[in-house]
């Protein structure tokens, strides 16, 4: 069968040319490959929010909700480096009054979502703290299987710039699932 | 004498050389043509009337109708709809990639179709994890059937229609219920061989449905105006070979109106899109023609058509030799020179009988011969080459079973429909 082998090859290079390699090298871009094929199992889910997350979309709720056995944890940090331009800044009731409606407005969303989360059949717990956002975020991922971040986390969004650069980079160095929302 | 020795030497080494392919075909064949035009057995001034441009430009127009369309992704995104069509059924996806690829192939070129929708029938048996091979053979077979339907589907039809002044209408009109009769004929074939090895079980089939749901058509398409314009481009094409007679245009013009209306409105760099063309194939064509030329020139062919005319006792006889010859003689040699040798043979016969119905069994036996062996059409090499690259071994004789069985039961069949209507 030596000899159809290679007759086999010497049409198709004549028959196809180069088309095939394009085209294969065009179906990779949407075709999923074998390890992408296996839904990787769910059970702990990392969800960052901040000030500036106003809204979360129902469709979120939703697909969360079809990793059954999942746990959320909501972590919400206020950024030190705001803290500290309002501490050289302001005096210390104007800083303890910022304080206060920060941690009011984190409060209130986080039992939004609380509510939102276990309304889908989720377990939730959540946390708030000062910290930096991107470095904070990074280290917490590492022991979650899922990661899901609003496209304006960390920073205000623009028209031309509609994905927030702290979660650009947070979905270009996550080694886990990501959903952005 | 001599220069009929030469027409013969030359035909048999070009023929052999086309067999073997261990230069390109389109070499061999310009080799062919040079050594002809040389020797001056096909004389300067009657080149032109030996290369037949209505096949040259109706290919050429159609190579660029096609390549435009898809650099678009149409290809791609029928593949992706015909996947979610399909429901994860193997049974389905057997049937429905026939199908698509039957009516591509009908209307666009072969080689192209099976191109672009192997690699998705691949990915889909990947998925489903079953043999692929029941799926890559039923897409040469109806690729290679489908093509017989229209006088745009496959090379040799383009051929006899240009040599014979064969409309667009008349080839549907003819082939069509042939085709269709075959199509079923081949699917029950495939189901009845295949059929209890295409199974999943139902828990799998809910995962395999909703990965191929998960797949985004609209994401094939990668210029979303120049899809549309093709799509448009391509119906007008269709529809205008459907009245081509009546208008009094050529094939070949519809074809390369077609072209000029696409590159015009999609506005794509015209260098890129007609370095796409592919040339090769239209020198193999005028190569050739040139090389049977010359056996027309030497009066060979003349010879021969007289010798068949005064062995066959009737229009039946001749329909049933051409289509069996053509068929066997397809499944061994490339159908393209076998269409270009017996297309003279034909005409010549016309002299002394009625060839009408001899173009519909060289048609048939041409187009559908190539089921026969992995080399017999360009789509077999087309698919069983992509399956080697996946690392999916088809070899000659596992084709062979398979492709004879149906060559047999199609081309009888086929000929059946032929002799009811031309015959008996």
Known sequence: MGYFNSLLQRKFKDVAGKRYETIARDYREFLLTEEETVVPEVLSILMPLDYFVKEIPP???????????????????VDMEVIRIVADSLDEKAIAEFRRKREAFGEDLLNRVITSLEGAGLTVTSRMFA?????????????????????????????????????LKLAQMARVPIIVY | MNAELIAIAVFIITYALIIDERIHRAVAAMAGAAIILCAQIVPWEKVPEYLDLGTIFLLMGMMIIVNTARKSGLFEFIAIRTAKRAGG????????????????SAFLDNVTTVLLLTPMLLYITKLMKLNPVPFLVSEIFASNVGGTATLIGDPPN?????????????????????????????LVMLSLIYGRTLKVNPAEQETIVRTIDALDERAAIKDRSLFMKSVVTILLVVFLFFIHDKLGLEPAVVALTGAAILLLWSREPPEEILEKIEWPALFFFGGLFIVVGALVETGLISQLASFVVGHVDSTEEAMFIITWFAAFASAIVDNIPLTATLIPLISEMGQTMDVYPLWWALSLGACLGGNGTAIGASANVVVIGIAEREGISITFMQFLKIGMLVLVVTVAAGLGVLLLKYGW
């Open chain 2, 158 to 186: 383009i051929m006899i229609a240009s040599a014979a002044g064969l409309t667009f209408n008349e080839f549907l009109l003819n082939m069509g219920p042939v085709v269709i009769v075959d199509m079923a004929i081949m």
């Open chain 1, 59 to 77: 469709q979120l709720y939703e697909t969360l909700s079809s990793y059954e056995r999942a746990k959320v944890t909501l972590v919400y940090i």
């Open chain 1, 131 to 167: 910290g930096e956002k991107f470095d904070n975020i990074l280290e917490l991922m590492k022991g979650y299987d899922l990661i899901a971040v609003s496209k304006k986390y960390g920073t205000l969004t623009t028209e031309i710039a509609p994905l927030s650069s702290v979660t």
């Open chain 2, 89 to 104: 059924s193997p049974m389905r996806v057997l049937i429905l990639f026939s199908l698509v690829t039957a009516v591509v």
